[in-house]
């Protein structure tokens, strides 16, 4: 780490540089410019084919060609230094990529035509997030995969659950752990029908100059296939901007993500903490600067903290970004440019969450050890066989030998026998331990 690392405002591009690679890739200043000089290009490259198909030159052409496959770092800060004489982000791509056709100027009159700035945001914005959509979509699926090798190891591992945080019908680690992968799964199957949509159509997207220049063409369709080639939607009806809409939705779905895996990091930490997981040590590691002996659940510590950050930043995008007043305000402008810092948090806190679970071992000894001489759990089976057997204050019986003590089996094994009068219902509980009272535990970890 250099200096002007360590002086960066942001931990995000400062102490956590190295984690957030891919978000940068995308959502920094480099990547915005990119995308926009791509639009811009397509778009140039779609108005000469259907409109100007005697400026298309075989040089024009290939040039275009080159641009779009690799765009050079000195056109992107060329647009960087023109940009501090026009104050102007999106008019500065335009003159930078003029540039590039210098000697040209049939095709330089044509750089930008008939667009507004928005017309290149929004399809900007939509290609930043389609790309950054795919490297969430891996993200959730290596965490399931992890999950589920967690899962497969302890899918018939006992376990006495706690609900309110107190003694609980037994369940399996398997199945628990299974409750996080399946809520993520669903979520997944609704982030993979997402769609992308960008608007089209100049200042107030109206298609005001274009139908004056070309009044028999079909402006929509135009639009439409344009947008095929970036494979965005159109949003036909629009003001100056994208109603941002479908970004709601995906940031709505990614908060309930980040819900969910918040939920499973703190469930993760309550475990650790009652040493139902051991963490596979690392001897170079320090857990405290004073307590030589701390081994510390930090990877789940630090997703949560930053999940939470994620949220927050992905929250104020989706209750912003849809409203704009009457045709356009600028708001929205320096929000957009955040969305990197949601998803930089979000990829920081799925690193550390991937690191965390691959330390996680279960303490199978210190989990047998709170469940096997619990017998007061076995009170539901009890009661419930009273009550078959036509004994209606059958549960009271029960509650009365129970509730708020620990029963071992001695105690339980009386209960039965003195309680239970159908012999079948009597051989059921009296063979019963906390350990085999699971139901369908077992089986539900391994359901798909």
Same mark, same amino acid.
């Not at 995969?145 to 190891?153: C, P, S």
């Not at 350990?435 to 699971?438: D, F, I, M, S």
């Given at each position: 780490m250099d200096?002007?690392? &360590?002086?960066? $405002?942001s931990p995000l591009d400062g102490r956590y540089h190295d984690k957030t690679k891919v978000t940068r890739e995308i959502f920094s200043e480099h990547g915005l410019i990119q995308h926009r000089l791509k639009v811009e290009i397509v778009w140039l490259e779609y108005f000469l084919n259907h409109f100007k198909p005697e400026l298309l030159t075989d040089d024009v052409a290939t040039k275009l060609s080159n641009l779009k496959q690799s765009m050079p770092n000195e056109t992107v800060l060329r647009v960087k230094e023109i940009e501090k004489t026009t104050n102007h982000d999106v008019k500065a791509v335009e003159l930078a990529l003029s540039e590039c056709f210098d000697g040209n100027e049939a095709i330089q009159s044509?750089?930008?035509?008939?667009?507004?700035s928005e017309d290149i945001n929004s399809a900007s914005y939509a290609l930043m997030l389609k790309e950054m959509h795919s490297n969430t979509l891996d993200w959730i699926e290596n965490l399931e995969?992890? &999950?589920?090798? $967690?899962?497969?190891?302890n899918a018939e591992l006992p376990m006495m659950a706690r609900t309110h945080g107190q003694p609980a019908t037994p369940t399996t680690l398997g199945k628990e752990l299974n409750v996080f992968k399946?809520?993520?799964?669903?979520?997944?199957?609704?982030?993979?029908?997402?769609?992308?949509?960008?608007?089209?159509?100049?200042?107030?997207?109206?298609?005001?100059p274009h139908l004056l220049a070309f009044p028999q063409a079909d402006w929509l369709t135009h639009s439409e296939k344009f947008l095929d080639e970036l494979e965005l939607k159109l949003t036909k009806v629009s003001t100056q901007i994208e109603p941002h809409d479908y970004m709601a939705k995906v940031f709505h779905n990614l908060m309930r993500v980040n819900t969910i895996l918040i939920d499973f990091s703190q469930d993760i930490w309550t475990y650790i903490s009652f040493d139902y997981f051991k963490l596979k040590l690392d001897k170079n590691e320090v857990g405290s600067s004073t307590m030589p002996h701390k081994v510390n659940p930090i990877d789940f510590e630090n997703a949560e903290g930053n999940l939470g950050l994620a949220n927050a930043l992905f929250n104020h995008l989706a209750e912003k970004l849809p409203r704009s007043r009457l045709q356009r305000d600028l708001s929205d402008s320096t929000v957009l440019r955040n969305i990197g810092s949601a998803y930089g948090y979000m990829e920081l806190s799925v690193s550390s969450l991937l690191k965390g679970i691959s330390k996680l071992e279960a303490n199978v000894e210190a989990i047998a050890n709170d469940l096997n001489d619990r017998y007061e759990l076995l009170a539901e089976p009890?009661?419930?066989?009273?009550?078959?057997?036509g004994k209606k204050d059958g549960y009271d019986q029960v509650k009365l030998l129970s509730r708020g003590q620990k029963m071992n089996k001695e105690l339980y094994l009386e209960a039965v026998n003195s309680l239970v009068d159908n012999d079948e219902f009597k051989s059921i509980l009296l063979n019963l331990t906390p350990?085999?009272?699971?139901g369908l535990a077992t089986e539900l970890s391994k359901e798909e």
């Open positions: 200096d002007t690392t &360590l002086r960066n $405002l044509l750089i930008h035509i008939f667009l507004t995969a992890a &999950l589920g090798v $967690l899962i497969d190891e399946q809520r993520l799964n669903k979520e997944k199957k609704t982030l993979e029908e997402q769609e992308f949509f960008a608007k089209w159509g100049g200042a107030t997207a109206n298609y005001n009890l009661q419930s066989f009273l009550r078959l057997e350990a085999t009272y699971l």
